[in-house]
């Protein structure tokens, strides 16, 4: 497939899925293809991170921030929950940048769905994107797309991890291909090592609408890995060598000392730097 050496600018013209539209042109106006996992505990950095670098984003991955502080002190989490959503809106607003819930549903259809517009969090009220796991099948499709379509969000199927020893590989990822190819109004890509246009197709036969957004969690330009299973590679390895769409950078960016706003920044300028220059060599622009 050629697709991938396709701008960002092509291909957000013939997005139909709205979320995906405004994140391919997020990342052409502001000329950056990187997005920033804020995976902190305090309420406080998790919003001057991501005022920090929002500047320089694409796309901001909120996490287990509001799971853990949720299933921790629930009873001031129902108090500060929406206001600390609305910050995030603001920010997304003043930075022009895409949310994405990175929640991970795997139950079924029914239990997804309501975890996806109830509760606390009312995500789908808020998140541009969200992800699922593929281990329900179908269904788990079925019931978040009966709340998100509605409301223009889209889907990221989780079709390969980042980890050593990840499950997710072979006929598991071309399984989940096969799931998106089947909701293409909701499912607009996935979370991926490298692009899959065509995975688990014959060799002669050809896809040519077929566009997956590819978001790539794992980079880092320092390290190779934690001391937990992550295993990290650099930007031009995730989007020029494995055609990658965006590439997810967390602890590259806010490392040890998430209250060093100054160093968080110019690390974000670092990583959207080398993602585009890999983007640029891709396309040969
Ligand atoms: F699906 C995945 C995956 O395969 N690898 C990941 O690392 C998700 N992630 C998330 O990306 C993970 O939960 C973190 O939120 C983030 C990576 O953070 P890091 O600090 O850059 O390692």
Redesign the pocket.
């Known amino acids: 497939s050629s697709l991938h050496l396709q701008t960002y600018t092509q291909r957000a013209l013939r997005q139909k899925n709205p979320a995906a539209k405004l994140l391919l042109e997020t990342i052409d106006r502001k000329q950056s293809n990187l997005a920033v ?1 804020v ?1 902190v505990a305090s309420p406080k950095d998790f919003l001057a991170i991501i005022d920090a670098v929002g500047p320089f984003v694409c796309l901001i ?1 909120a ?2 921030l509001l799971r853990r502080l949720f299933s921790t002190h629930i009873d001031i989490i129902e108090d500060f929950t929406p206001a600390l959503l609305e910050d995030l809106q603001a920010l997304s607003t003043k930075h022009d940048f895409v949310i994405f819930e ?1 929640r ?1 549903f795997a139950d079924i259809g029914n239990t997804v769905a309501l975890q996806y517009s109830s509760g606390v969090h009312k995500i789908a009220s808020w998140a541009h994107l969200t992800n699922a796991h593929c281990v329900p099948g179908p269904s788990v499709i079925t019931g978040l797309s009966s709340v998100g379509l509605p409301l223009g969000r889209g889907l990221l199927l ?1 079709a ?4 050593k020893g ?1 499950l997710a590989s072979g006929s598991y990822t071309e399984a989940a291909v096969q799931m998106a190819r089947e909701h293409r109004d909701f499912v607009v890509g996935f ?1 991926a090592q490298r692009r899959m246009d065509g995975v688990g197709t014959g060799p002669n036969e050809t896809l040519e609408e077929e566009d997956f957004l590819i978001l790539t ?4 330009l320092d390290v190779k890995g ?1 001391a937990m299973g ?1 295993q ?1 590679r650099t930007p031009r390895e995730v989007v020029l060598e494995s055609g990658c769409d965006v590439i ?5 960016i806010y490392g040890q000392d998430p209250s060093l706003v100054d160093s968080i920044a110019a690390q974000a300028i670092r990583y959207k730097e080398a993602g585009w220059a890999a983007y640029l060599a891709r396309t040969q622009i």
């Open positions: 996992s995976d991955k996490t287990l990175d991970k989780l390969e991890m980042s980890t990840s979370i969690p794992g980079v880092g934690d992550q990290y997810i950078v967390g602890r590259g």
